[in-house]
């Protein structure tokens, strides 16, 4: 397939680039090169002649129908988006843009180039999404894809907003759309603004491991490159105008999987004096935060047959190597705007 990834330069999107390059797929990478995008990231696929980027912003239509006409794709993977909860808390304004606004005009870009190619029955807009739109869980249950939405942030409230868009575009204008809703992702890759990063290498350097509240919210975690051949899956095979939702089967509370990183660190990187769990600092907690997130994935595994493949602890085990094979490559993220910084607590 010829493949328009929005995103690509991200942390998922990345890892959906490599996989399909590595399936034999065709990638044109879309993607605006903001804060959290590096293109190192797919720097093992750049000289591919079965790759192309295209440094473009979602919310340039004229770009985008620029690009529709050039590279004329068989689907779109639609992963571009502004995604860190806390950013979104101080400045919500740039998500409705990127989130609602270009996930709509992605819309019309690819309706446009559907209709020009006689709506081919075989084009897919492969929407990704987060499992933050359902809001919050208590102590039980999990997030089905029939779930009501209920999302209590800036950033979730988006990307529900760019959810309803595109099962609209499918209902109104026929477009042959497919959804996903996923759990919180990690692996190589992921960019120093998030837990798991942040844990890491705050504890390489000997500084407070923050977090939030008490450390009681819990979050299902998934691979990333577990997710990437999930959503190359769904591209392919998932029914039209479905949506799947795609879980790792590993809840933990903060202050487990934060635990569980300090003890890889014991392991591979031990302290000089103490464990690096000495570390660990409760700190305010952020405005609105969901108590739990669980995914329930029985739908890709039944029609699609998709399961997870790495469990948590050899997935975190994998991580922690990565970034300590890889310090050139986070030390050059350290200083892009906000990293290291606290945000979203101006509410």
Not at 28 to 43: G, M, P, Q, R, S
Not at 111 to 120: D, E, F, I, L, V
Not at 307 to 318: C, D, K, M
């Amino acid at each position: 397939m010829r493949l328009l990834i929005t995103g690509g330069a991200g942390f998922i999107g990345s890892a959906v680039v490599r996989r399909a390059i590595a399936q034999g797929h065709e990638v044109i990478n879309l993607d605006a090169l903001t804060y959290a995008a590096c293109l190192d990231n797919v720097a093992e696929v750049a000289d591919s002649p079965r790759y192309c980027l295209e440094h473009a912003d979602i919310r340039d239509s004229a770009a985008l129908d620029r690009i529709f006409a050039t590279h004329a794709p068989d689907a779109v993977m639609h992963l571009a988006a502004e995604s860190h909860v806390d950013r979104s808390i101080d400045g919500p304004g740039t998500f409705v843009e990127t989130n609602i606004t270009g996930t709509y005009n992605m819309l019309e870009a690819a309706r446009a180039h559907w209709t020009r190619a006689g709506r081919p029955g075989s084009f897919r807009f492969h929407h990704i999404s987060t499992d933050e739109v359902f809001g919050s869980l208590g102590p039980e249950g999990l997030f089905t894809e029939d779930t009501p939405y209920d999302p209590r942030s800036p950033y979730s409230a988006s990307k529900a907003a760019s959810d309803h868009l595109v099962r609209a575009w499918h209902e109104t204008y026929g477009l042959p759309v497919v959804l996903t809703n996923c759990s919180n992702n990690y692996g190589p890759y992921h960019f120093p603004e998030k837990l798991i990063p942040v844990i890491i290498l705050n504890a390489l350097a000997g500084r407070p491991l923050p977090i939030y509240g008490d450390g009681s919210n819990v979050r299902d975690w998934l691979y990333v490159e577990d997710h990437a051949e999930a959503l190359l899956l769904v591209v392919q095979s998932g029914q039209v105008g479905r949506s799947y939702n795609i879980g790792g089967n590993a809840e933990r509370s903060n202050l487990d999987l934060v635990r569980a990183l300090c003890a890889c660190l014991d392991d591979r990187r031990p302290r000089a004096q103490g464990a690096y769990a000495d570390l660990i600092t409760f700190v305010a907690d952020r405005p609105g935060h969901d108590a739990r997130y669980a995914i329930d994935a029985t739908r890709i595994r039944d029609e699609l047959g998709w399961r997870p493949s790495v469990t948590l602890e050899e997935g975190l085990a994998r991580t922690v190597d990565w970034y300590l094979a890889n310090e050139g490559w986070w030390r050059a993220l350290l200083d892009r705007h906000g990293v290291g910084q606290r945000l979203g607590v101006s509410a």
